[in-house]
Structures are given as structure tokens and as C-alpha cells.
């Protein structure tokens, strides 16, 4: 059993605290928000995520995870402090990482002699180095261990990850770092730092680049009259391709994707590389999500307006909007004059959207129907699914439906009489 301090109580730091302490070791974990440490405290989560808060009230009882506002304290007797702390995009695109080194400069003096800081927070390629130098602790070790869980799926791609990367100038101490998370050594992978580093911006601009030419096939099915969902099974058969993230929609988004397209084709063109597939990528999502506002569109009168949008968070599972495709969607349709009446299961309030008079959050999918002109279904939640087409049919002004997802019963749609628009679907 390890004394381990979590300096960051979003998303990853939460996952990441919860899930060491499940593995038996003593967590405390912290966050400068106050009103939200006082929450985790009282076993309140405050993040959408499956199963996180019944393990992490679990662990509050047995008192071997525990919130604090104070880095000091989360640091002062770990044997290993992780950084969890976000990087957001600056408007060049770059990550700003200045929160990090506030915090080592806060914390070097506390850190206890053989304590090991291990970065978990996605970095731009050299940062980890600079960070150690900066910490400059000859008595403490350095290690880079990017973060590859998703949000709605944090606990389980914990407790099972397909591989844990750590970026280290000590392979003992790397592999001391691995143990926390696995016992199964097969899976832990030593590399450099920037190596670490880059794993992380190339797989996920991988994975995007995976929707984005979904999609970008998606668009030539419907040129040919073809059926996307064909495709899809015969391309992703190939082991080589696989079938994961190849599911058609209106784009990625989210807190990682359009951050890390973005850093990573401005580093790579701050030392004279030229990333132009991860650049038409972030073109081609653009593309894709104003894509469904055109088939919105097409499906409305001159006299017709009102649009019930069904999903606003990025994907189903998350109460996340960051970079939702459904907003930027949403954000159109009102730029264009329409009225927009939504409903997400975990977006109960638009007053933060910054959305207008035009825009309103009913309580259930069949409210945000009535008398709609069209329904566009923009995140794929169960609800939707089971959804009864002829119900909806007695509610609305105009029998259209966009499935931005490919998430709906196309027959039952059709059967009832529905307009009805997929992506790359006849
Ligand atoms: C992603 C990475 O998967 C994860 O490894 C990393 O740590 C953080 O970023 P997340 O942002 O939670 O995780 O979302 P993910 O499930 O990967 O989906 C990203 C976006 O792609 C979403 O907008 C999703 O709707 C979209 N997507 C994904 C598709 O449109 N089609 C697919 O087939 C898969």
C-alpha cells in the first residue's frame, strides 16, 4: 500500500483517485474549487460517469480517499503525486500548461525524499522534461503517464486498459509506476518522455481521423445510394482496420479530441512538420457537423421553424458539452433564425449555453417534439432509441426526422410515416 496524492479533482484525477484507491492505497486527492471538494466530501460527484460515485462513496467510508483543497497536504506524505490537472487550448492552438508549473514550484519543497511525480495530464512533446528540471528534486523521480480513458467509460477503461504508457529515465521506477495501475507487466510499455507524450496526441488524432473518413464515406454512400451500415461491417471486418470508431455522425468533439488535433498539428508545424491529414481532419469534422445542419434544413418550409434536438452533450454517457457537435449545430440553426426546443438527459439548463431567446430545455424527448417542424437526434442516447415513432407522429407539425447518429429504428420511423434522414443510410 502507497500514499498517493492526486493534485486535480476533474475528470482524469478523479478516475485516476478513485481507482488507486479501489487497488488498496491510501489516496488524497485535491483541488483548489472548494465548493466542489466540499461536494466529493459529502460523496457527491460532480461529473456524469458510470459507476465512479458508488466506488468513490465506498472508499470515503472506508477513509482511504479523501478531498482536500490543500496541494500541500495531498503531497506532503505520497510516495507518488499525480498531476491531473487540464491544459487547455490557447488561441494558437497550443496546450497552456502554466497551471503545472505553478503547482511544482508550490509543491517541490513538500515533496518527500523518494517521491515519484507522475504527469498525467496530456502535455505538449518536452514538457515532462522541463517539468522535472523545474522541479528539480535530484531526490525524486519524474514520469509521464498519459490518460487514455473516456469520459462516460472512465472506471471501467481503468480498471482494464488496453496498455499503460509510462515515459521515464528510470525503467525500475517506470515499472513501480505500471504496478499501481496493473499487475499484468505485459501491458506496461516504457518509452522517453516525448515518446510518452506523443502516444497520446497521435492516438487520438488517429481515432479522429477514424470518424472523420467514416464520415467522409458516410457523404460518398449517399452519393451512390448505398448503405453506410454495409460498408461499415465489411471495412472494419479487417482486423487490421477494426470495427471501433467507425460509427457515422455530425463529428467529433469533446475535451480531448478538438484540443489535441489542434496542439498537435501547430507543434508539429512549430519545428517545420507538416501534418496534413491530421489538418484535414479538423477540416473535415467542420464539414461533417454543418452537414447536418443542411439536411436540417433541407427537410424545413418557408413557413416552418421550430427544430426539437434531441442530445446536446458530445456523445451519450456524459453530461460533457465541450466541443459538442449538437451545440455548434444548435448555435447555427439559431444564428439562421430557427427555434430550437432541446432535451438531453443530463443537460438540464441551457443558462450557461449562452443560447437566446430562441432557444429552450424541456423535461423529456416527447415535450421538446411538440410541434416541432423537424426532430434531429444529435447524441445517442437509450432514450431516443426507445422512443415510439407513432407516439412522437400525434406531437409534431411535420413528419421529418435527421438521425445524426444512426441511432434510430429507420424502419419504425419510415412505418409511421416519418421523413426520415440518416448519415449514409438509403
Ligand atoms: C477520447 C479518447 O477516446 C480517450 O482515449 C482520451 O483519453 C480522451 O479522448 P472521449 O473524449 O471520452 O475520449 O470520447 P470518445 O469516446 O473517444 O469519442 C470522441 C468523439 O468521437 C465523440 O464526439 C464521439 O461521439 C465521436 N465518435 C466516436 C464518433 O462519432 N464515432 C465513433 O465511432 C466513435
Not at 60 to 76: E, M, Y
Not at 110 to 137: E, F, H, N, W, Y
Not at 252 to 278: H, I, Q, R, Y
Request: some cysteine; overall charge negative; proline content about 3%.
Amino acid at each position: 500500500m502507497y500514499r498517493i496524492g492526486v493534485i486535480g479533482a476533474g475528470f482524469v484525477g478523479l478516475a485516476t483517485a478513485t481507482v488507486l484507491a479501489e487497488r488498496g492505497h491510501e489516496v488524497i486527492c485535491s483541488d483548489v474549487q472548494e465548493k466542489r471538494v466540499n461536494q466529493l466530501n459529502d460523496g457527491q460527484l460532480p461529473i456524469v460517469e458510470d459507476e465512479l460515485e458508488e466506488v468513490m462513496r465506498k472508499f470515503l467510508k472506508i477513509g482511504t480517499l479523501r478531498f482536500t483543497t490543500s496541494n500541500l497536504l495531498a503531497v506532503s506524505s505520497a510516495d507518488y503525486v499525480f498531476l491531473c490537472l487540464a491544459t487547455p487550448s490557447q488561441v494558437d492552438g497550443t496546450a497552456n500548461v502554466d497551471v503545472l508549473y505553478d503547482v511544482i514550484k508550490e509543491i517541490r519543497e513538500q515533496m518527500k525524499p523518494g517521491a515519484v511525480l507522475v504527469v498525467k495530464s496530456t502535455v505538449p512533446i518536452g514538457t515532462t522534461r522541463k517539468l522535472r528540471d523545474v522541479l528539480s528534486r535530484f531526490d525524486c523521480s519524474v514520469v509521464s503517464n498519459p490518460e487514455f480513458l473516456r469520459e462516460g467509460r472512465a472506471l471501467f477503461d481503468s480498471r482494464s486498459p488496453d496498455r499503460i504508457i509510462i515515459g521515464a529515465d528510470n525503467l525500475a521506477i517506470a515499472r513501480e509506476v505500471g504496478k499501481l495501475f496493473t499487475s499484468n507487466t505485459e501491458l506496461v510499455q516504457v518509452s522517453s518522455y516525448e515518446s510518452a507524450e506523443l502516444i497520446k496526441y497521435a492516438s487520438n488524432a488517429f481515432l479522429a481521423m477514424k470518424v472523420s473518413y467514416i464520415n467522409d464515406i458516410a457523404a460518398l454512400c449517399e452519393a451512390f445510394d448505398t448503405d453506410i451500415a454495409a460498408v461499415v461491417q465489411g471495412v472494419g471486418s479487417d482486423t487490421r482496420i477494426g470495427r471501433e470508431f467507425l460509427n457515422p455522425g455530425p463529428g467529433w468533439g469533446g475535451s480531448c479530441f478538438p484540443k489535441d488535433t489542434l496542439a498537435l498539428t501547430v507543434m508539429a508545424e512549430n519545428v517545420g512538420v507538416k501534418l496534413e491529414l491530421v489538418e484535414a481532419t479538423i477540416r473535415a469534422n467542420e464539414r461533417h457537423r454543418y452537414s447536418i445542419v443542411e439536411k436540417i434544413k433541407s427537410r424545413l418550409t418557408s413557413t416552418s421553424s421550430r427544430v426539437a434536438v434531441l442530445g446536446l452533450t458530445f456523445k451519450a454517457g456524459t453530461s460533457d458539452v465541450r466541443e459538442s457537435p449538437s451545440i455548434e449545430i444548435v448555435q447555427e440553426l439559431i444564428r439562421q433564425g430557427l427555434e430550437v426546443v432541446a432535451f438531453d438527459p443530463t443537460v438540464r439548463t441551457g443558462s450557461d449555453l449562452g443560447m437566446g431567446k430562441t432557444f429552450r430545455i424541456v423535461d423529456s424527448p416527447l415535450e421538446a417534439c411538440i410541434s416541432a417542424d423537424v426532430i434531429a437526434v444529435l447524441t445517442e442516447w437509450d432514450d431516443f432509441r426507445l422512443l415510439d415513432p407513432n407516439d412522437v407522429g400525434h406531437l409534431v407539425r411535420h413528419r421529418a426526422v435527421i438521425d445524426a447518429r444512426n441511432h434510430l429504428d429507420q424502419d419504425a420511423w419510415v412505418g409511421a410515416d416519418f421523413d426520415y434522414v440518416g448519415v449514409g443510410r438509403i
